[in-house]
């Protein structure tokens, strides 16, 4: 018989590194913080801030990046000790003080991914102080233990094995990348198998992670753009051309799909080596290209048109399709192209920039049609009333009834409740585990001093790579040795911690039954619903613009643009949260992620129809042919609301009427006719017309695609 062993997941051991670093540094500095300050605030704060720093801190990036990171996160944790302690006198001010910090560390974390990655961090250290009354004069010491902890760990960080795991998403970005180009370049069945097979992995790896990509702001949002344009761009090349790779295909043709190519295969490379300034240079190269290509096709597509129209306007039709693919191909390249070098970290944005950002998405989430919004008020109702709870029942260590609060509050009751069993099993072994310890070797001498890395190890390392009980059980031997080195009380300190943090799991069952207990699944639908809405709404808007006299409907665009987006990604945060939570009745995630991925080429629809207002003055051409095309766009834009709000309701999809083919007739006719007279911006306007009745024609395609995903997720 096979005896059992844990299931460790750690690909490439880098979890053990991070859990041996905090195994060497944290006793360090706990024994510099006990034996030379001999103070037992400046010992407390340095033990649990290195822990805070080394193990609950984890900033990717380049090593300045990380610094500035790490920099923020002791300011942030100065400033949030002194208030705690301040406010940790009076229970109604301590309450109320951790209520809102608890909402701001929380909610700010849909701003910038870093944010994110530290939010636990930053909520020990308010925890902390604010949990464990004292006076003004504590503020002193308590904030030199933080800052010993900080200069400690942040070396650390930065020094001992500084190298971080290669980032997932930015490898698949790149493959992704890669097999589109070949896709590109030289499509066959097997490269548009391996294409979409790439975007389909892509596309999973960003759903999994529980948050966006973390780093700078644009840098965060660049690498989630790329995977909605990438997806767009897989589904368009994967669309039948008229006439695509026929031997007698146009040079222009041939030179612009190949410098598409290049382009992302350049992307690809920056995607691997941001740090590479000759990969961004090359990429520059690469765009310069295309848009040299894409200029020298547009120019000679007039040229081109005439010898079509000689030949009927069937090849008329054929030549402006082929363009229009075409075009659409390298314009969706060059997008990955700039985005990968914003992804890069090329051109960061100034502060006033990222300050417009960063209040754009809180405005987008500051409602409760937002998950970020929802877990962020959970969350602080769960601390303040964790805090409240500790101060008014007098715990002997209050700060563990607020983090046995914050370990196990999850996004919906049933995650909350399967989470504290797990928590209560692991708590109980490791108090075991612990008391056998103290038992063993009493309560001081280098005995104990000898175990307290070992614990360190187990307690960093156990949930990073065995689970979440293992890593309740590591950080319970690890208080229990920390305790009995403070000031030896024995194994009954374990007692202690288990009556707490009861305390606590009861404060995150009552919470999450009472606020959203149902997690994301509700409220799924009606962002699904949401989204589909605001991306007809921003097509409608795009053809508006498109035969509006010039910058009339810029405003209303613009607005429709930010309505879109600010949907699409609280739809992205309620995915993620549907996909992760325990239990409940779950669609299938492949049905759900078709929808999403569905309202995502609605809104990448409607920034391309942005794109093909033609410079230059108005054309009656623009006005004829909206006309003409109006019926159908309000039957694809009244299509896509109702079918957002069938999933918000549960039920089926409407119908979409058949199309009227005398609308694109009328406005095939005006190009022949534009085309034969030589009239440039009448031509001009007769193109973009005719391209938007493409984009039209796509979402109709699309719609097909959408109805069994949206039948079953009704069901």
Same mark, same amino acid.
């Given at each position: 018989?096979?005896?059992?062993?844990?299931?460790?997941?750690?690909?490439? &051991?880098?979890?053990?590194?991070?859990?041996?670093?905090?195994?060497?540094?944290?006793?360090?500095?706990?024994?510099?913080?006990?034996?030379?300050?001999?103070?037992?605030?400046?010992?407390?704060?340095?033990?649990?801030?290195?822990?805070?720093?080394?193990?609950?801190?984890?900033?990717?990036?380049?090593?300045?990046?990380?610094? /500035?990171?790490?920099?923020?996160?002791?300011?942030?944790?100065?400033?949030?000790?002194?208030?705690?302690?301040?406010?940790?006198?009076?229970?109604?001010?301590?309450?109320? #003080?951790?209520?809102?910090?608890?909402?701001?560390?929380?909610?700010?974390?849909?701003?910038?991914?870093?944010?994110?990655?530290? =939010?636990?961090?930053?909520?020990?250290?308010?925890?902390?102080?604010?949990?464990?009354?004292?006076?003004?004069?504590?503020?002193?010491?308590? &904030?030199?233990?933080?800052?010993?902890?900080?200069?400690?760990?942040?070396?650390?960080?930065?020094?001992?094995?500084?190298?971080? %795991?290669?980032?997932?998403?930015?490898?698949?970005?790149?493959?992704?990348?890669?097999?589109?180009?070949?896709?590109?370049?030289?499509?066959?069945?097997?490269?548009?198998?391996?294409?979409?097979?790439?975007? +389909?992995?892509?596309? +999973?790896?960003?759903?999994?992670?529980?948050?966006?990509?973390?780093?700078?702001?644009?840098?965060?949002?660049?690498?989630?753009?790329?995977?909605? /344009?990438?997806?767009?761009?897989?589904?368009?090349?994967?669309?039948?051309?008229?006439?695509?790779?026929?031997?007698?295909?146009?040079?222009?043709?041939?030179?612009?799909?190949?410098?598409?190519?290049?382009?992302?295969?350049?992307?690809?490379?920056?995607?691997?080596?941001?740090?590479?300034?000759?990969?961004?240079?090359?990429?520059?190269?690469?765009?310069?290209?295309?848009?040299?290509?894409?200029?020298?096709?547009?120019? +000679?597509?007039?040229?081109?048109?005439?010898?079509?129209?000689?030949?009927?306007?069937?090849?008329?039709?054929?030549? $402006?399709?082929?363009?229009?693919?075409?075009?659409?191909?390298?314009?969706?390249?060059?997008?990955?192209?700039?985005?990968?070098?914003?992804?890069?970290?090329?051109? !960061?944005? +100034?502060?006033?920039?990222?300050?417009?950002?960063? *209040?754009?998405?809180?405005?987008?989430?500051?409602?409760?049609?937002?998950?970020?919004?929802?877990?962020?008020?959970?969350?602080?109702?769960?601390?303040?009333? =964790?805090?409240?709870?500790?101060?008014?029942?007098?715990?002997?260590?209050?700060?563990?009834?607020?983090?046995?609060?914050?370990?196990?509050?999850?996004?919906?009751?049933?995650?909350?409740?399967?989470?504290?069993?797990?928590?209560?099993?692991?708590?109980?072994?490791?108090?075991? =585990?612990?008391?056998?310890?103290?038992?063993?070797?009493?309560?001081?001498?280098?005995?104990?001093?000898?175990?307290?890395?070992?614990?360190?190890?187990? @307690?960093?390392?156990? !949930?990073? @790579?065995?689970?979440?009980?293992?890593?309740?059980?590591?950080?319970?031997?690890?208080?229990?040795?920390?305790?009995?080195?403070?000031?030896?009380?024995?194994?009954?300190?374990?007692?202690?911690?288990? /009556?707490?943090?009861?305390?606590?799991?009861?404060?995150?069952?009552?919470?999450?039954?009472?606020?959203?207990?149902?997690? =994301?699944? #509700?409220?799924?639908?009606?962002?699904?619903?949401?989204?589909?809405?605001?991306?007809?709404?921003?097509?409608?808007?795009?053809?508006?613009?498109?035969?509006? %006299?010039?910058?009339?409907?810029?405003?209303?665009?613009?607005?429709? /643009?930010?309505?879109? *987006?600010?949907?699409?990604?609280?739809?992205?945060?309620?995915?993620?949260?549907?996909?992760?939570?325990?239990?409940?009745?779950?669609?299938?995630?492949?049905?759900?992620?078709?929808?999403?991925?569905? #309202?995502?080429? $609605?809104?990448?629809?409607?920034?391309?129809?942005?794109?093909?207002?033609?410079?230059?003055?108005?054309?009656?051409?623009?006005?004829?042919?909206?006309?003409?095309?109006?019926?159908?766009?309000?039957?694809?834009?009244?299509?896509?609301?109702?079918?957002?709000?069938?999933?918000?309701?549960?039920?089926?999809?409407?119908?979409?009427?058949?199309?009227?083919?005398?609308?694109?007739?009328?406005?095939?006719?005006?190009?022949?006719?534009?085309?034969?007279?030589?009239?440039?911006?009448?031509?001009?306007?007769?193109?973009?017309?005719?391209?938007?009745?493409?984009?039209?024609?796509?979402?109709?395609?699309?719609?097909?695609?959408?109805?069994?995903?949206? *039948?079953?997720?009704?069901?």
């Amino acid at each position: 018989m096979s005896r059992w062993r844990p299931a460790i997941s750690d690909p490439g &051991l880098f979890g053990l590194r991070n859990a041996a670093r905090a195994a060497l540094v944290m006793p360090a500095v706990f024994a510099f913080a006990h034996f030379v300050v001999d103070d037992p605030q400046t010992t407390l704060f340095a033990a649990f801030g290195s822990f805070a720093v080394l193990v609950f801190a984890d900033f990717g990036g380049t090593p300045r990046q990380r610094l /500035e990171a790490y920099g923020a996160l002791a300011l942030a944790g100065t400033v949030l000790i002194a208030l705690g302690t301040l406010c940790s006198r009076t229970t109604w001010a301590a309450t109320a #003080a951790m209520a809102a910090i608890g909402f701001a560390i929380l909610f700010a974390g849909i701003v910038n991914g870093w944010l994110a990655a530290g =939010a636990t961090a930053a909520l020990l250290t308010f925890v902390l102080p604010v949990s464990l009354p004292a006076d003004v004069a504590e503020i002193a010491p308590r &904030l030199l233990g933080w800052g010993i902890a900080c200069l400690a760990g942040t070396a650390a960080q930065l020094v001992l094995w500084p190298r971080r %795991p290669r980032d997932a998403l930015r490898d698949q970005l790149a493959d992704a990348a890669r097999a589109l180009a070949a896709q590109v370049a030289a499509p066959t069945p097997e490269r548009e198998a391996a294409a979409a097979t790439a975007v +389909r992995e892509l596309e +999973r790896r960003f759903l999994s992670t529980p948050y966006r990509p973390a780093g700078p702001t644009a840098t965060a949002a660049a690498l989630a753009y790329l995977v909605d /344009e990438l997806a767009w761009l897989a589904a368009l090349d994967a669309q039948p051309l008229p006439g695509a790779g026929a031997p007698d295909a146009s040079a222009d043709d041939r030179a612009l799909l190949g410098a598409a190519a290049r382009t992302l295969h350049t992307a690809a490379d920056a995607l691997d080596e941001p740090h590479r300034a000759s990969r961004r240079r090359a990429l520059h190269d690469g765009l310069a290209a295309l848009d040299a290509a894409r200029d020298e096709l547009t120019k +000679r597509l007039p040229e081109r048109s005439q010898a079509a129209a000689a030949a009927g306007e069937t090849a008329l039709q054929q030549t $402006v399709a082929e363009a229009f693919r075409h075009t659409a191909v390298a314009r969706a390249a060059a997008d990955v192209g700039r985005a990968a070098l914003v992804a890069a970290g090329e051109s !960061p944005p +100034r502060l006033a920039e990222a300050g417009r950002a960063a *209040e754009r998405l809180a405005a987008d989430h500051a409602s409760a049609r937002s998950v970020w919004f929802r877990n962020s008020v959970r969350g602080a109702v769960a601390l303040a009333l =964790a805090v409240l709870v500790a101060h008014e029942t007098g715990v002997q260590e209050g700060f563990w009834v607020v983090l046995g609060t914050l370990s196990v509050l999850r996004s919906n009751a049933l995650g909350t409740g399967a989470t504290i069993v797990g928590a209560l099993v692991g708590t109980a072994l490791g108090i075991v =585990a612990g008391a056998a310890i103290v038992l063993a070797i009493g309560t001081s001498g280098p005995a104990l001093w000898a175990c307290l890395p070992p614990a360190v190890l187990l @307690a960093a390392y156990a !949930p990073r @790579a065995i689970s979440f009980p293992a890593g309740q059980a590591g950080f319970t031997v690890l208080l229990l040795v920390l305790f009995n080195l403070l000031r030896p009380v024995g194994w009954e300190v374990g007692l202690v911690r288990i /009556e707490d943090v009861a305390l606590g799991f009861s404060v995150s069952l009552l919470v999450g039954l009472l606020l959203w207990p149902r997690g =994301a699944g #509700a409220l799924l639908r009606a962002t699904l619903g949401d989204a589909y809405a605001r991306g007809a709404d921003h097509v409608r808007a795009g053809l508006h613009a498109l035969t509006a %006299p010039a910058g009339a409907a810029d405003g209303a665009l613009a607005a429709a /643009e930010r309505a879109a *987006e600010g949907s699409g990604r609280r739809l992205d945060d309620a995915l993620r949260q549907y996909l992760s939570e325990r239990g409940g009745d779950h669609a299938g995630p492949a049905d759900v992620a078709a929808l999403a991925a569905g #309202a995502a080429s $609605v809104r990448r629809t409607a920034r391309s129809l942005a794109a093909l207002v033609p410079d230059g003055d108005d054309s009656p051409l623009l006005e004829q042919g909206a006309r003409a095309l109006s019926d159908d766009v309000r039957a694809v834009h009244d299509w896509y609301e109702g079918l957002g709000r069938a999933l918000a309701a549960g039920e089926d999809a409407p119908a979409l009427p058949a199309r009227d083919g005398s609308a694109q007739e009328h406005v095939l006719r005006c190009a022949s006719q534009a085309v034969a007279a030589r009239d440039t911006g009448a031509t001009a306007a007769a193109f973009a017309l005719l391209w938007a009745s493409l984009h039209l024609d796509d979402l109709r395609r699309l719609e097909r695609r959408l109805r069994a995903p949206a *039948e079953a997720f009704a069901r």
